[in-house]
């Protein structure tokens, strides 16, 4: 088969190096990809947001059997249905059901319409009532701008003045743009986090292997929120009893709500979850791989996940059995200095002899004159496995000590978190 696939993140990488070992790919193409992605696909520089645009690529590129749509926003925009509605396979779900992570009001009434464990919450489309209800709600309290928005759209305000403060900045001043004129406040909970994705035709639910992790760009949980620093595989306080409470009260009951809305939910849902004192709650949805959790879970995949996707596709998830490796797997995100706020780009990456069995997840890489260089600010992942966390961790931060570009940064911490956790 003949495979494009849509992206050009750390999680794009991951998949394209899955999908190279499939026996069925024959060919890979990647729209945009970048330098790591480069190395196994034909590289498309077409705007994957543009939705007509890749449309009409798809259909003048007759040889394309498959399309695997990665990111969000081309999710939300409706990429699915445009290249379902010329005739193309894909992965990935459509709009309608997209929508379960485009829209955190949406989620959040879904969640209450069918019981499913959340935070308690208020939507608000006005300023001066937003600002009325954080002058009285308990603190801290929780804000969210509706829409997209990169994985930031999240205050967490722990005083009354951060609260309205944040209203105002989400709302007036538009920090966020327009996923900010509809926020969604919340009642701020607490206890270990955990990415629960699983692969979903809309009737079969597959659990992939869980995994932590690490928002903040700072050791320490410290500084902004970022699209995720580092990751590691699996959630040591997530077992057989948690994930068949998981199963029963929010993954099987999500999938039957989005199919009793009319918003059958195909590809990959993600749930990320919190263990509370009163069982796990769902914080967010998410329409698709995570990133940086893709780095730590398709590592440990063993079957075909090209198998998977079609059977995804066709209905049929019910028939592929999947199977993980024993052990453990961490993956340590370099980034460039001054990410998530302004970064240079362009700077030459340089990487030494690597491990063996340790792999690299490039995000923001590119070449130029024939050098690697950077071009964003989550630059590369350097993913390693263990018997234990700690053996994994300790290689992937031996191998990132090979790796140097101007302003590299990196936490010093993953893989350290929820240590203290009652295991499970
Ligand atoms: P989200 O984009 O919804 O995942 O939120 C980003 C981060 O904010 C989450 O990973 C949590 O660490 C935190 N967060 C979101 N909602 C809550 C909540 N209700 N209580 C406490 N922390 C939260
Ligand atoms: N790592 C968080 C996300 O992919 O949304």
């Known amino acids: ?117 959340t935070a308690k919450y208020e939507t608000f489309s006005s300023y001066e009532e937003a600002k009325a209800y954080v002058e ?32 105002k900045e989400m709302m007036l001043d538009k920090k966020f743009g327009t996923a900010g004129n509809k926020i969604v406040v919340e009642e701020f909970l607490e206890g270990p986090e955990v990415s629960a994705l699983a692969f979903t035709d809309g009737k079969t639910i597959k659990p992939m292997i869980t995994s932590c992790d690490h928002k903040r760009a700072l ?93 995804v596709t066709d209905e049929r998830l019910d028939e592929v059995e999947i199977e993980w490796e024993e052990g453990c797997c961490v993956c340590l995100v370099l980034a460039s200095g001054g990410y998530p706020e302004k970064y240079e780009k362009g700077k030459e990456i340089t990487i030494g002899d690597l491990d063996e069995g340790v792999v690299l997840c490039h995000a923001g890489t590119a070449m130029k004159d024939g050098k690697l260089v950077t071009s964003g600010g989550r630059v590369l992942g350097v993913c390693a496995k263990g018997a234990d966390i700690e053996e994994a961790r300790k290689k992937a931060y031996k191998n990132a000590e090979k790796i140097k570009f101007d302003g590299m940064y990196y936490r010093t911490d993953i893989g350290v978190k929820y240590r203290d956790v009652e295991r499970e």
């Open 136 to 167: 009285t709600c308990e603190i801290p309290v929780v804000l969210k701008a509706d829409g997209l928005a990169l994985g930031k759209g999240v205050l967490i305000c722990k005083t009354r003045e951060e609260a309205i403060e944040g209203v």
């Open 219 to 311: 050791t320490g949980d410290l500084g902004l929120n970022t699209g995720g620093m580092g990751t590691f595989s699996p959630a040591p306080f997530y077992g057989e009893k948690t994930q068949k409470e998981v199963m029963e009260k929010i993954m099987i009951p999500t999938v039957q709500a989005m199919n009793a809305e009319g918003r059958t939910f195909k590809g990959v849902l993600y749930f990320g979850l919190m263990k509370t004192k009163d069982g796990m709650k769902v914080i967010e949805y998410n329409s698709r791989f995570g990133d940086p959790e893709t780095q730590v879970i398709l590592p440990m995949l063993k079957t075909d996940l090209m198998e998977i996707f079609e059977a």
């Open 1 to 117: 088969m003949k495979v494009l696939v849509i992206g050009n993140g750390g999680r794009e990488h991951a998949i394209v190096q899955a999908l190279a070992k499939s026996p069925k790919v024959e060919k890979i193409y990647a729209m945009k990809g970048n330098a790591g992605i480069g190395e196994l696909a034909e590289l498309v520089s077409v705007d994957y947001c543009d939705i007509k645009a890749v449309g009409d690529w798809v259909d003048a590129h007759t040889e394309i059997d498959y399309t695997v749509i990665a990111p969000d926003d081309p999710l939300a925009l409706g990429l699915a249905d445009e290249l379902e509605g010329r005739g193309h396979r894909v992965f990935g779900p459509r709009k309608n059901a997209a929508i379960i992570e485009a829209s955190k009001a949406f989620s959040k009434e879904l969640m209450k319409k069918y019981n499913i464990p």
